[in-house]
C-alpha cells in the first residue's frame, strides 16, 4: 500500500503540484486545507491527472485536535508543511495574522507530529530569508536578514525547527527555500491563480495575454542588471515538486536536518520573461516601465549546488517552458477553477 504523506496547504498552488509529484513516486498524499487561498475544485483535477483523489480534510493547521484525531485515523509517514500566507505587503500590514499562521500554525503542527510519533517534516521556506544579498548565486550560508515580516517568519520557523532537531535528532526536517516558483502542470489542468489583481510578475504576464489586463506595468528599468529591469531564478513549479519528493526521500534514508536551496541557478530579467512569454503565447504583451517596487531587490538568484549534490534534484525546465506551461493553463482556464 502507498505510504500517506500529509500535504498542508495541499490545495494550493505549490502544493497541488507536488500532490501530482507524490503520486508519480508511489506515495499518497493526504491534503489538509482551510482554503482560505484555494479552491476545492481542484481536486477533481488532480483526480484526472493522477487517476486518483487525494484524501481531502478540510481544515486549519493551527486546530490541534484537528491534527490529532488525523494522525491517529490513519498512518502518517511523513508531513510536506506548505500552509501559510505568502503576500509580503499583507505581512507589513497585519504582522500578527502573519506570526500566527506561519509560525504559530507550525509550532501546532509539529507538536502533534512529535505527539503522534511523525517526524519527517519537508518545511516551505523562500529565499526572502535572504534578504538583499551580498552577491548571487547566494549559497545556503549567506547572511539571513529577512527585509519583512514574512520573511521573518520563515526565518523564525527555521530557527525553531533547527532547535527541534537538536532537542531530538530523531527528527528527519528538510528546510527548503524556494526562489520564484512559476509555471504549471503541463496538462494545463492545474496551475496558479490568485484573488484579484496579481502581486507577482508571471500570473500578471499570463493575465494581459489572454486579454484579462491592459498591460503589465514593469516595476523599475533603472536596475543595474543587463537590461535595466529586475532580475529573478524562476523555477517550473514541477521541478520544485519534485525536489519536495526528492527531499522526502533523502529524510527517510536517514535522520538529519538539511537547509537546501530550490533553484536554477541562473536569473531572468522582467524583460527576458515578457520575451519568452510573448514566444511561448504568440501574443503581444504589452507593458510600460514605471516606477521602482518599493523594497525590492534588483537581483538574485541561488546556488543550486548543495541541493543537486545531497538530493540528486536539479530544476530542468526552461524558462521558456515555464511560460508555455503557465499559458496552457491561462488559455484554458482564464478564470481559475471556477
Ligand atoms: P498558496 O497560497 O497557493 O498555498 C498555500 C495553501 O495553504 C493555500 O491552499 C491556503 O488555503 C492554505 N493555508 C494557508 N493558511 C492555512 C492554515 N492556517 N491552515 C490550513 N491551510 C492554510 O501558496 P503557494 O505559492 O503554494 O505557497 C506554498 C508555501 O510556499 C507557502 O508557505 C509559501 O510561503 C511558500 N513559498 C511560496 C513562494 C511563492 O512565490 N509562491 C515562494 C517561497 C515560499
Ligand atoms: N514585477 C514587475 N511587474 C509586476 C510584478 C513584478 O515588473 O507586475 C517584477 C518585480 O519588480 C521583480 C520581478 O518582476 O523584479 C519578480 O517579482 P515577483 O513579485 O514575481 O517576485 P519577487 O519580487 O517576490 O521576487
New binding site residues.
Given amino acids: 500500500m502507498s505510504q500517506n504523506i500529509l500535504v498542508?496547504?495541499?490545495?494550493?498552488?505549490?502544493?497541488?503540484h507536488t500532490c501530482v509529484a507524490l503520486a508519480a513516486a508511489g506515495y499518497a498524499p493526504v491534503i489538509?486545507?482551510?482554503?482560505?487561498?484555494?479552491d476545492v475544485r481542484v481536486l477533481e483535477r488532480l483526480e484526472r491527472i493522477t487517476g486518483a483523489r487525494p484524501r481531502f480534510i478540510e481544515?486549519?493547521?493551527?486546530d490541534r485536535a484537528l491534527l490529532d484525531k488525523l494522525f491517529r485515523e490513519q498512518p502518517i509517514g511523513g508531513v510536506i508543511?506548505?500552509?501559510?500566507?505568502?503576500a509580503v505587503g499583507d505581512s507589513v500590514a497585519d504582522p500578527i495574522t502573519y506570526y500566527d499562521?506561519?509560525v504559530n500554525?507550525t509550532f501546532v503542527l509539529a507538536a502533534a507530529m512529535q505527539a503522534a510519533a511523525v517526524r519527517t517534516l519537508i518545511f516551505?521556506?523562500?529565499?526572502?530569508v535572504y534578504g538583499d544579498p551580498d552577491r548571487s548565486p547566494i549559497p545556503e550560508d549567506a547572511p539571513l536578514r529577512p527585509a519583512n515580516p514574512?520573511g521573518r517568519s520563515?526565518l523564525m520557523v527555521e530557527q525553531a525547527l533547527a532547535d527541534l532537531h537538536r532537542a531530538n535528532p530523531a527528527w528527519r526536517i528538510a528546510l527548503l527555500?524556494?526562489?520564484?516558483?512559476v509555471g504549471a502542470h503541463e496538462s494545463g489542468l492545474i496551475g496558479?491563480h490568485p484573488q484579484g489583481k496579481p502581486n507577482?510578475l508571471m500570473p500578471f504576464v499570463s493575465q494581459v495575454a489572454v486579454g484579462l489586463r491592459d498591460k503589465l506595468a514593469v516595476h523599475g528599468g533603472d536596475y543595474p542588471t543587463p537590461d535595466g529591469t529586475g532580475v529573478r531564478d524562476y523555477v517550473h513549479v514541477m521541478d520544485l515538486a519534485e525536489g519536495h519528493v526528492a527531499a522526502l526521500r533523502h529524510a527517510e534514508k536517514q535522520p538529519g536536518l538539511v537547509t537546501l536551496n530550490l533553484g536554477t541557478g541562473q536569473g531572468a530579467s522582467v524583460l527576458d520573461v515578457v520575451k519568452a512569454f510573448e514566444r511561448a503565447s504568440g501574443q503581444r504583451i504589452a507593458y510600460e516601465i514605471g516606477p521602482r517596487r518599493p523594497g525590492d531587490v534588483p537581483a538574485y538568484w541561488g546556488d543550486p549546488t548543495l541541493a543537486q549534490a545531497t538530493l540528486g534534484w536539479r530544476a530542468s525546465r526552461s524558462v521558456d517552458q515555464m511560460c508555455a506551461d503557465s499559458w496552457r493553463w491561462q488559455q484554458a482556464n482564464p478564470n481559475g477553477y471556477a
Avoid at 498542508?8 to 497541488?16: E, L, P
Avoid at 481544515?59 to 493551527?62: A, C, K, L, Q, S
Avoid at 508543511?81 to 505568502?86: D, E, N, Q, S
Fill in positions: 498542508t496547504g495541499g490545495a494550493g498552488f505549490i502544493g497541488s489538509l486545507d482551510n482554503l482560505g487561498n484555494s481544515g486549519d493547521v493551527r508543511h506548505f500552509a501559510g500566507l505568502k499562521n506561519n500554525g516551505s521556506s523562500s529565499a526572502t514574512y520563515k527555500r524556494y526562489f520564484n516558483p496558479e507577482n
